[in-house]
């Protein structure tokens, strides 16, 4: 039953250790028929060669603006120019007899500087300018962008998008997998892939992780990797406010942006079966948050909703949803208070079964806005694990744990139910 429920969810672009976790676990209790249909629920994904991605390249494949695209954008302001210097000089005419002079340079060319304005900005690219993330980190706030890529510090009314880069970041070449040439990375995100988290989240502001956070490129000299490394060490230490000022978190994951349902149980199974739940820091991003929204292809789930939905559902622990309530409960603040023990950092073990990250110190670093510790730069895992127990003494057997199950080599001493821990 478990190898061909598997299968089936491979068969819908899921990749195979995932598909063979929640078969064997959280969708083990459905019938491969519920599972079928709820699959039935994803868009197909359109065959374009040269990708191997099982999530589609709609938002990962770095395409660029072709030559043809970029003459028809600057052809439409040269024709749009056209057609209204007439009008732009009867209208400076018009103003010169009523001596309204400062019109005249002020206010009759704007049509055409916004016409230009509109061509440039659909080719350029939006990154964040240092001097503004220096400002967000000193005052502990979020340096937020605009569909316009306008940058704002803001405190309030702001929304946090949350997502895996390898599917969101355009780092897919057209030849394979991996970054994007650098000379592009160094001029930030393209403006018309950045466009799509706009088109998706359909917020005014967003704070988007990969915009906010400088990056550190290989050609750079050690004094401006230190340099960048420090800010982002700066704004990973903000990261708890960040996440809790939000009015919301807003999850974009592909396969999710697939799935066209209005049933919360549908898009628990399919959130399981994401990429996105794979993460350890989208754990932190939602934990923390006000309020979670899950993107699907034509609506939007408040997770909360989700999980009240499937509390009241399941009357018992043998319930066929127990397991999906049982995977995601762990997300939010609330399960501390719903499952023994009491605590925030073995409920993370709870939650971050089956989380990973691609960056070794980010094992505990993504813990720090969690449990409102400090990251110094230059600190290794090691360290990092030893300020958690440093500060979280109490909380020993949960670092075991969650040592244990990573393969963390670190060592424990101390005493849990009187007997001694070495890990």
């Known amino acids: 039953m478990a190898a061909s429920t598997a299968a089936l969810i491979e068969s819908y672009d899921v990749g195979p250790n995932r598909a063979k976790k929640n078969a064997n676990y959280e969708l083990e209790r459905l019938s491969i028929e519920d599972v079928r249909r709820i699959l039935n629920c994803l868009e197909p994904l359109k065959r374009i060669p040269g990708s191997n991605n099982p999530c589609g390249p709609?938002?990962?494949r770095h395409d660029g603006i072709p030559f043809y695209m970029r003459a028809i954008l600057w052809t439409i302001p040269s024709l749009g120019?056209?057609?209204?210097?007439?009008?732009?000089a009867g209208a400076a005419i018009a103003l010169l007899f009523r001596g309204?002079?400062?019109?005249?340079?002020?206010?009759?060319?704007?049509?055409?500087?916004?016409?230009?304005?509109?061509?440039?900005?659909?080719m350029s690219f939006v990154k964040a300018p240092l001097h503004l993330v220096k400002k967000s980190i000193e005052q502990k706030a979020a340096l937020?962008?605009?569909r316009r890529g306008?940058?704002?510090?803001?405190?309030?009314?702001y929304t946090v998008m949350s997502h895996v880069w390898g599917e969101t970041l355009g780092w897919q070449r057209k030849d394979g997998w991996g970054p994007v040439d650098l000379s592009l990375r160094k001029m930030g995100l393209a403006r018309e892939h950045f466009l799509r988290f706009f088109d998706r989240c359909d917020e005014e502001w967003l704070w988007v992780d990969v915009i906010a956070m400088p990056e550190v490129l290989e050609d750079m000299s050690d004094n401006q990797k230190d340099e960048i490394g420090k800010l982002r060490i700066g704004i990973i230490n903000n990261l708890r406010l960040i996440y809790m000022k939000a009015d919301k978190v807003v999850v974009i994951d592909t396969l999710l942006l697939r799935l066209g349902t209005r049933s919360p149980v549908d898009v628990a199974a399919v959130l399981c079966l994401s990429f996105w739940v794979t993460r350890l820091?989208?754990?932190?991003?939602?934990?923390?948050?006000?309020?979670?929204?899950i993107k699907t292809r034509d609506w939007m789930f408040d997770l909360d909703e989700i999980l009240e939905f499937l509390?009241?559902?399941?009357?018992?622990?043998?319930?066929?949803?127990y397991r999906l309530f049982l995977r995601l409960v762990h997300l939010r603040e609330e399960s501390v208070h719903w499952f023994p023990p009491n605590s925030s950092l073995e409920s993370a073990y709870w939650a971050c079964e089956n989380r990973y990250t691609d960056v070794d110190v980010d094992q505990a670093r993504s813990l720090f806005p969690l449990l409102d510790l400090k990251w110094e730069y230059g600190w290794t895992l090691q360290q990092g694990l030893q300020r958690i127990l440093d500060a979280y003494p109490n909380d020993a057997e949960g670092i075991r744990k969650w040592c244990q199950y990573r393969s963390i080599d670190f060592n424990i001493s101390s005493r849990v139910s009187g007997t001694l821990i070495q890990v």
């Open 58 to 60: 709609v938002f990962n």
């Open 81 to 88: 120019t056209a057609c209204l210097l007439p009008f732009q």
């Open 100 to 122: 309204h002079f400062r019109a005249i340079w002020k206010e009759v060319p704007r049509p055409t500087f916004d016409l230009i304005d509109w061509a440039r900005d659909m």
């Open 144 to 146: 937020c962008v605009n």
């Open 150 to 157: 306008r940058f704002s510090i803001r405190e309030t009314d």
């Open 281 to 293: 820091w989208t754990f932190t991003e939602t934990r923390l948050a006000k309020k979670v929204a």
């Open 311 to 321: 509390a009241r559902t399941c009357i018992n622990d043998e319930h066929r949803y």
